[in-house]
C-alpha cells in the first residue's frame, strides 16, 4: 500500500497516490488534534500532570548530584537537560494508550468502523495519534519547557550538527514509539487480555527506552543489550545526540540505526496485521 | 443487470471462550481456555443483482451484523466464499471500502466531538472524492435528509434520529454502488423512521443505489426492499419477493363460519377444523386456490349459516407462528 500504510509495498505506488494518501493521512490527523482541542480541560490536565512529573524528575536528579560535579561522566546541568526535554518531547507520549485503544477496539467492535473504511488500520491509528500529539508538542511541550528551563536552567545542544540531527531523531523517536505500541496492540488479536500487554509495554518503555534513567547508568550487560533494542531510540539515543555524548558521525550512524529498526518494525507490524486481519474478530453489534 | 453480490455457503463460526465455574475453574480457564463452538451463518447461499434493494430479516443472534460483517471486509467467513463487485472484501478490504457505504446502526461513523460537518470533509478524504462531485453530493443529501439545522452541531448534541440521517448521509457523499445497513431505523421514533425509509427507497429508486438491509421490522421491508431474505438461527429460511413468503411457509388461511344455530359436526374437503364454540366453527383452508364461495357452497345444503369470513394471515403473523413452533 504506502506510507500511509507503513508496509514495504511503497513500490507499487505511483505519485499521486502517495499524495492522495498523504492528504488522507493529514486530514485525520487535523480532525482528531481538532477533537483534542475540544477538550480543553483534559489538556490542561495534561499540561500540568507534565509539569509536575518534569519538576519531579529535576528535583530527584538534583538530590543525586548534591554538590558532585560528574556523575558517570555527566554534570548535572546535563543531566535536569535531559530530564527536562526526555520527559517533553520524546517520552512524553504514553505509547501504551495505543494498546489499550486497540484492545478495546476489538472488544467494542468499534474496531469495525475503521476498518469499513479505505485505509489502512495501523495508518488510521498513527494518523489519529499524531494530531493530539501535535497539539500536545505545542500546547504541553513547549510551555513546560520555556518555565522550567527559565527556572533550572537548559544546555544547548552541543553543536549545531548535533541539533539538527535531533530534530530528525524526534521523528524517528515518535515513530519507533507508535510502532512498538503498535506492535503490542495488534498482538491483542491474539491475546485477549490488552491489559496486560499495556502493562507490558509501559514497562519495558520506562526502563529501556532510558525515559527514567539514562542507560549510561546501567549495569555493562543490560546497558550493552538496551542500547541495541528499539526502545533506546525513543529517549536515550537522541538526548545522547543532543548532549554531544558522541561525535556527529557516531550520532549520525545511531540514526541509521534508529530508521533500520523503523523499517523492520513497519514490516512485522504490516505481516502481523495481515494476519490478524484475517481472523479479526468484531464484537458486538 | 449483473450479480455484485454473492454468498455462496458461507459459514462463520465463533469460538466463545467458555466460563468455568469457581475459582478452579477461573484458573483452569486462565490456564487452558475452554472455547464453544457458535455457529452464527450456516452455509447461507445468495446473490444479489445491480440495483436490487434486499431486506435481511431475522431474530436477535439470527446472524445478520454477521453477515453483513463479512460483505464488508471486517470479518473473514470460516468457510464459504463471498464476493462484492468481484473481490473477496477481507483480502481486498480498502478497495472494497472503497465502493460502498456502511451504516451500522447501533455505532456511528461520525467524530463524536466534532460537528457534522467536519466529519463529512474527512469523508472527502477519505474516499477522495472530488471536490466538486463532493459538493454537489453533499448539498443534495443535506436536502434530502434536512440535515441542515444541525450541521454545525457536535454529534454528541444530536438526537438519534438526527445522528442516523448524518450517519447515512455520511455513507453515500462518495456515491457507493452498494449501500449496507445494520438496523438503520432501530430505536427511531414513527416519523423518524417515515424519514429515512422514504429516503433509502428514493436512493434505490433515483440513483440505482444497491441496498441490502438488516431490520426487525418488517415494515422497512415492505417500504424498502421489494426482496426479502430471512435467516434464523444462522440458516437461510426464505429468499424471494416478500408476497411470496405465506406461500412458501405454508400459511393457511382460516375459514371463519357463523351460524344461527349449533350445526352439529360439519367437514368441508381439504379445510382442517381447528376450533368450535357455540355456533361458531374455524377451519384451516389449504391453499388449493379456493373462494370464499366456493368453500360455502361446499357445505351440505339446508345448514343454517348466518356468516363467513376467509382471513389472510398478515406477513408478520406468518412469521410470528413459525419463530413459535421452532421454539416449541
Ligand atoms: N465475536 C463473537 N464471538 C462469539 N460469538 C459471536 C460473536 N459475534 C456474534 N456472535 C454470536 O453469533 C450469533 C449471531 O450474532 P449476530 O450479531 O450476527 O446476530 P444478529 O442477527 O445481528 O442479532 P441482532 O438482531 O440481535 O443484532 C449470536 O449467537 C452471537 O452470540
Ligand atoms: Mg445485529
Redo the contacts between chains.
Keep these: 500500500?504506502s506510507l500511509f500504510a507503513l508496509s514495504p509495498l511503497a513500490a507499487r505506488l505511483t505519485g499521486s497516490d502517495l499524495l492522495?494518501t498523504l492528504?488522507?493521512f493529514s486530514?485525520?490527523t487535523r480532525?482528531a488534534a481538532?477533537?483534542q482541542a475540544?477538550?480543553r480541560s483534559e489538556l490542561l490536565a495534561i499540561a500540568f500532570g507534565t509539569m509536575v512529573d518534569v519538576f519531579a524528575r529535576i528535583s530527584i536528579w538534583r538530590s543525586v548530584y548534591h554538590g558532585r560535579q560528574h556523575v558517570a561522566g555527566v554534570t548535572e546541568a546535563e543531566m535536569i537537560t535531559y530530564a527536562l526535554i526526555g520527559a517533553t518531547l520524546l517520552s512524553h507520549w504514553d505509547g501504551a494508550l495505543i494498546v489499550r485503544e486497540i484492545g478495546k477496539a476489538i472488544l467494542s467492535?468499534?474496531?469495525?468502523?475503521t476498518?469499513?473504511?479505505?485505509?489502512?488500520f495501523p495508518g488510521a491509528l498513527f494518523a489519529e495519534q499524531l494530531g493530539p500529539r501535535l497539539l500536545q508538542f505545542g500546547f504541553v511541550c513547549l510551555p513546560v519547557i520555556t518555565i522550567l528551563s527559565a527556572v533550572y536552567g537548559i544546555a544547548p545542544p552541543a553543536s549545531l550538527g548535533h541539533g539538527l540531527l535531533f530534530l530528525v531523531y524526534i521523528v524517528v523517536s515518535t515513530t519507533l514509539l507508535f510502532l512498538i505500541a503498535i506492535f503490542f496492540g495488534l498482538l491483542s488479536f491474539w491475546v485477549?487480555e490488552a491489559h496486560s500487554l499495556e502493562w507490558f509495554m509501559r514497562g519495558l518503555t520506562a526502563l529501556l527506552s532510558g525515559g527514567l534513567v539514562p542507560l549510561w547508568f546501567f549495569p555493562p550487560v543490560l546497558g550493552t543489550v538496551a542500547h541495541a533494542l528499539p526502545f533506546a531510540w525513543i529517549t536515550y539515543h537522541p538526548m545522547a545526540c543532543y548532549l554531544g555524548q558522541n561525535d556527529l558521525l557516531e550520532s549520525a550512524t545511531l540514526l541509521v540505526g534508529g530508521c533500520g529498526w523503523v523499517a523492520a518494525l513497519a514490516i512485522v507490524n504490516h505481516l502481523l496485521w495481515r494476519s490478524a486481519?484475517?481472523?479479526?474478530?468484531?464484537h458486538g453489534? | 443487470m449483473s450479480l455484485i453480490i454473492q454468498a455462496d455457503s458461507v459459514s462463520k463460526i465463533?469460538q466463545q471462550?467458555k466460563r468455568l465455574p469457581g475459582l478452579s475453574g477461573t484458573l483452569r480457564g486462565l490456564l487452558k481456555p475452554e472455547t464453544v463452538p457458535v455457529r452464527a451463518v450456516e452455509e447461507i447461499s445468495f446473490a444479489i443483482r445491480a440495483g436490487e434493494a434486499v431486506g435481511y430479516l431475522g431474530p436477535n443472534g439470527a446472524g445478520k451484523?454477521t453477515m453483513i460483517?463479512m460483505l464488508?471486509?471486517?470479518?473473514?467467513p470460516s468457510t464459504g466464499k463471498v464476493h462484492v463487485l468481484g473481490r473477496q472484501p477481507?483480502e481486498e478490504?480498502?478497495?472494497n471500502?472503497?465502493e460502498?457505504g456502511?451504516v451500522?446502526g447501533?455505532?456511528?461513523?461520525l467524530?463524536?466531538?466534532?460537528p457534522v460537518s467536519?466529519?463529512f470533509?474527512?469523508a472527502r478524504?477519505?474516499?477522495?472524492i472530488d471536490p466538486a462531485r463532493f459538493a454537489e453530493n453533499r448539498a443534495e443529501m443535506v436536502e434530502m435528509l434536512a440535515l441542515g439545522s444541525f450541521l454545525d452541531r457536535?454529534v454528541r448534541q444530536l438526537s438519534l434520529g438526527q445522528r442516523m440521517r448524518a450517519d447515512i448521509a455520511m455513507a453515500l457523499l462518495h456515491g457507493p454502488k452498494i449501500l449496507f445497513l445494520?438496523e438503520p431505523t432501530i430505536g427511531l421514533d414513527v416519523v423518524a423512521k417515515d424519514v429515512v425509509r422514504k429516503f433509502l427507497a428514493r436512493i434505490n429508486r433515483q440513483r440505482g443505489t444497491t441496498i441490502i438491509l438488516t431490520t426487525h421490522d418488517l415494515q422497512d421491508i415492505e417500504e424498502i426492499c421489494p426482496r426479502l431474505i430471512m435467516v434464523d438461527d444462522g440458516r437461510l429460511l426464505f429468499d424471494g419477493p416478500l408476497r411470496s413468503l405465506r406461500r412458501s411457509f405454508g400459511a393457511r388461511r382460516r375459514l371463519r363460519l357463523d351460524f344461527y344455530t349449533d350445526p352439529g359436526p360439519i367437514w368441508i374437503g381439504g379445510a382442517r377444523p381447528v376450533g368450535s364454540s357455540g355456533t361458531q366453527r374455524e377451519f384451516e383452508v389449504d391453499e388449493d386456490g379456493r373462494s370464499l364461495i366456493d368453500l360455502i357452497s361446499a357445505l351440505p345444503p339446508g345448514t343454517p349459516l348466518r356468516d363467513a369470513s376467509l382471513h389472510e394471515p398478515g406477513i408478520e403473523e406468518v412469521i410470528r407462528t413459525h419463530y413459535q413452533r421452532r421454539r416449541a
Excluded at chain 1, 115 to 120: A, D, G, K
Design positions: 500500500m492522495a492528504r488522507t486530514a485525520f480532525a481538532r477533537q475540544e477538550q467492535g468499534q474496531i469495525g468502523a476498518l469499513m473504511r479505505p485505509v489502512s485477549l486481519s484475517r481472523h479479526v474478530t468484531a453489534g | 465463533f471462550r451484523s460483517k464488508t471486509g471486517i470479518l473473514a477481507v478490504r480498502v478497495a471500502a472503497r460502498i456502511v451500522f447501533q455505532r456511528s461513523q467524530w463524536w466531538d466534532l467536519d466529519s470533509d474527512l478524504h477519505i474516499y477522495r457536535p445494520d
